[in-house]
């Protein structure tokens, strides 16, 4: 079992975590520090602190309100999104997921939580040039003289610009709701 367990975190390439939240140490595995450019070594002793000071500033409180969440019982799990600081100093976005495993017999505080981190920075770069390319689109849309419209396969109306709405008033607003224009590219 422990051979299979070790086969799933190398072949899946993500970081582990388990955090005991009593004295706040925190035991990593060795991808982990390598997904931010260290070895498992330099960050020894390894504590929440650890973690939560390399997070990105703008990032922090979201991340500690999901977990307070968790911690709490309103969320079934712990998943986050961040930014977290490289050895070289740019920034690494970490897909964060963990769940609680035990409470303390006692007073049913939380005692250790377990998950996974990995890096899904390529992800988020692409769907930053998703964005801009949509928004290069959306301008050369709009900068045509004409009305123009999208429809979608089921004759539905996804994309108009400007002119389209000025000219057709009564058939714009029946573009498909939820639909933005970055889904449709």
Known sequence: ERQS????????????????IETGSTRLNERWAQMLGYTLAELEPSTITTWSDLIHPDDRSAASALLERHLDGWL???????RVRHKDGHWVWVLDRG???SRSD????PRWMAGT???IS???????EVARSAALLRGAIEAIDEAFVLYDPEDRLVVCNDKYRQTYPSVAHLMVPGNTFEQII
């Open 117 to 119: 981190r990995m890096d």
């Open 122 to 128: 390529a992800r988020k770069q692409a769907q930053a």
């Open 99 to 101: 769940k609680l495993l």
């Open 5 to 20: 367990l070790d086969n799933i975190i190398e072949g899946t390439h993500v970081g582990t975590w388990e955090w005991n």
């Open 106 to 109: 006692d007073d049913g505080r």
């Open 76 to 82: 079934p799990a712990y998943e986050n999104e961040v």
